[in-house]
Structure formats: C-alpha cells, structure tokens
C-alpha cells in the first residue's frame, strides 16, 4: 500500500485551522486532552529539534495605514517526521520547546487518514472551542470597560 492511502486529504484551509488551533494552544489545556487520548506509540524522530529565537512583529496603523515596526517576540519552532514520512511542523510564541515538538507531532498525526477523525474531535475541536470562549470573555471584558467620549457631556462651569 503506498503512502496516498494512508494520508486524509484535508483542504489548506483545514490545515491552517488546526495549525492555528494548536499554534494559540497553552500547554496546560493541550495536555490533559492529549493524555486521555491513550495515543498508540508513535514511533517519530526530530528533523529540526525544537528551536527558540526571536521574530520581529509590524503592525499597521488603523490596520491599513503604513507598516511599522512594533517590537520581537519568542518564538519557538520544531518539525518531526512519523516513521511513515509524514513531517509534522509548528511556531509557537514562546520558549516551550517540548509543547512545540507536541504541537508539531500532533500536526503529523493530523495528516494521517486513521487519526484525523479521532483528533479533530477531541483534541483539536475541545481546544479551538475553549480559545473562542476565552477570546469572547476578553473582547466582553474590553466592551464592558469601554467609554465612549463622545456621550460624556461637560459640565457647566
């Protein structure tokens, strides 16, 4: 059986959602999902060992205006290969250098026919529902805080 048969045929599109899911994953919420899933061994090796440096960010002013540069971040990066071929990758903001190697292993496992399903249901879905919850806190918390200056009325003096 060559190897065609063994990977899923996902779209780009769903390839950049998982990654992103797992890029803007906390160790804390990864793990405990990971470690229910009892995963089969998986034999893998490193083809790029975990690597922290830094990235420099630009923003744009009003999100059109000119580019500018903001500052650097950490950024840490790893690529795994399965036993099979498949290359698994990830960039993760920050130093955690065994969360990435898992991110990227996941990545892998993802790519492949007989684990996708198992995954996307209850590793990668569980975790991009938890990171919407919180991202809807957050923009909940920023409106709530919010003044408006344009109602505020000036007292008379």
């Known amino acids: 059986m060559d190897a065609s048969h063994t990977h899923a045929h996902f779209s780009l599109a ?31 090796k490193n083809i790029r060992s975990a690597e922290t440096g830094l990235v420099q960010i630009q923003a744009r002013a009003g999100a059109r205006g000119q580019r500018f540069f903001l500052g650097d971040a950490t950024l840490t ?23 990435a190697e898992r991110c990227a292993l996941i990545d892998a496992l993802l790519q492949k026919r007989e684990h996708a399903p198992h995954l996307l249901e209850n590793l990668i879905n569980p975790l991009a529902a938890l990171q919407q919850e919180r991202h809807q806190q957050r923009a909940q918390e920023i409106a709530a ?10 007292g008379d003096n």
């Open 145 to 154: 805080s919010r003044v408006d200056f344009f109602t505020l009325v000036r």
């Open 77 to 99: 990066r790893a690529v795994i290969q399965l036993e099979c071929g498949t290359y698994g990758y990830s960039y993760l903001l920050g130093r955690d250098k065994l969360h």
């Open 14 to 44: 769903e390839r950049q959602r998982w990654m992103a899911t797992l890029a803007h994953s906390q160790p804390d919420d990864l793990n405990p999902l990971w470690d229910v899933m009892h995963f089969p061994h998986v034999e893998w």
